[in-house]
């Protein structure tokens, strides 16, 4: 069964920092793209970073480029997110999920972690 | 940057079909993914490249493409069906993937 755990939320203060890990088991890891998405408090999803299989290419929202870094260990199975420069506007949960695909992109994601939730406060 | 819309919610009788409607420009060339994400769970995948549902999601779950407008399609609506759903595309000028807003469905 592929399963996707995610870890290392928490309560961080604004300009601080943050890495999330993302656990994950039943599947070839380093053969499928993953991504990073989060859901603010009552809001929508939205898309934050992926990674190819390799972890040789990287893609980042807008908002989130230069403060946050993706990165993937395929020799432990887990993927991760460094998050710089935190605002109060990221507080959201984070989930990881696994790409149909080595390559990132038009692939649909399936399954998808349960996240963990990050809030940023002073 | 790429926008998809969708209504922000939808309502049904249970034993009714939902349409849930998911619309942009040049949609048409992109394929479209939809995720159903009940309260206080992570979202689920529910129909893959416009119409293929994966295993395990029930045949009532349909989706269509024309145009510039998907349709996610529920037939037989059971309270169960109530959530949150997003369409997914990716925007191959950003290299971004994009989500729609979301579209809640209550069930009557």
């Known amino acids: 069964e592929v399963q996707l755990v995610e870890s290392g939320g928490g309560l961080v203060q604004p300009g601080g920092s943050l890495r999330l890990s993302c656990a994950a088991s039943g599947f070839t890891f380093s053969s499928y793209a993953m991504t990073w998405v989060r859901q603010a408090p009552g809001k929508g999803l939205e898309w934050v970073s992926g990674v190819s299989g390799s972890g040789a290419i990287t893609y980042y929202a807008d908002s989130m480029k230069g403060r946050f870094a993706i990165s993937r260990d395929n020799s432990k199975d887990t993927l991760y997110l460094q998050m710089n420069s935190l605002r109060a506007e990221d507080t959201a949960i984070y989930y990881c999920a696994k790409s149909a695909a080595y390559s990132f992109g038009s692939d649909y994601f399936d399954p998808w972690g349960q996240g963990t939730l990050v809030t940023v406060s002073s | 940057s790429y926008v998809v819309t969708q209504p922000p919610s939808v309502s049904v009788a249970p034993g009714k079909t939902a349409r849930i409607t998911c619309g942009g420009n040049?949609?048409?060339?992109?394929?479209v993914h939809w995720l159903q994400q009940k309260p206080g769970q992570a979202p689920v995948l529910v129909i893959f490249?416009?119409?293929d549902r994966p295993s395990g999601i029930p045949e009532r779950f349909s989706g269509s493409h024309s145009g510039n407008t998907a349709t996610l399609t529920i037939s037989r609506v059971e309270s169960g069906d109530e959530a949150d759903y997003y369409c997914?595309?990716?925007?191959?000028?950003?290299?971004?993937?994009?989500f729609g807003g979301g579209t809640k469905l209550t069930v009557l």
């Open positions: 040049n949609l048409g060339t992109k394929s």
């Open positions: 997914q595309v990716w925007d191959s000028s950003s290299d971004h993937v994009v």
């Open positions: 490249y416009d119409s």
